[in-house]
């Protein structure tokens, strides 16, 4: 148990993309990260985005057209998570920007969570919450190494309540 791999965090994910060249400005331009050198050794199209972090490997993809991207929008469906510092301003953002979401909130013991969910252009969902309203409880003592976002400054009221989740 505990931690059989030793692992340390997550390092990067990779999509791999139908332009490479929209997935970059997609990804720098509406969600900040930044490009940054590559090996030279990989001799295939791509490029590698940083912040928050996590790395983010775009790959593009060696046939374009056969790669189909779902329209609806699904808040169930495979997705990438970012924290925000305010709901609000992100919502703003994304209408400004004209980029189609769907909202959702998620409540638990009257702590609640808003979610914005919408694609990048080669339709793999992106998430943006307050998703550190809510703790980080473990189910059992040997399930998390460490829960960072365990003790929250919340006001006594939302600290009782997450106190009520912890199992005995």
Not at 26 to 36: A, M, T
Not at 38 to 64: E, V
Request: contains cysteine; neutral net charge.
């Amino acid at each position: 148990m505990g931690n059989p791999l030793q692992l340390k965090s997550l390092n990067h994910i990779s999509l791999v993309c139908k332009s490479l060249e929209k997935s970059v400005d997609f990804y720098v331009n509406v969600l900040g990260f930044v490009p940054i050198k590559r090996p030279t050794s990989l001799n295939f199209n791509g490029a590698w985005l940083f912040n928050y972090g996590i790395g983010i490997h775009l790959l593009q993809s060696d046939d374009p057209e056969s790669m189909t991207k779902n329209p609806h929008i699904n808040p169930k469906d495979n997705h990438i998570s970012f924290q925000c510092e305010s709901m609000g301003a992100v919502e703003k953002k994304l209408q400004e920007m004209k980029i189609e979401y769907v909202k959702n909130r998620v409540e638990e013991n009257g702590i609640y969570v808003d979610q914005l969910f919408f694609h990048d252009p080669d339709g793999s969902m992106i998430e943006i919450c307050n998703c550190d309203n809510i703790p980080v409880v473990p189910l059992s003592e040997n399930k998390a190494r460490s829960c960072s976002r365990f003790k929250c400054n919340v006001p006594n009221r939302q600290q009782q309540q997450i106190q009520q989740m912890i199992p005995m």
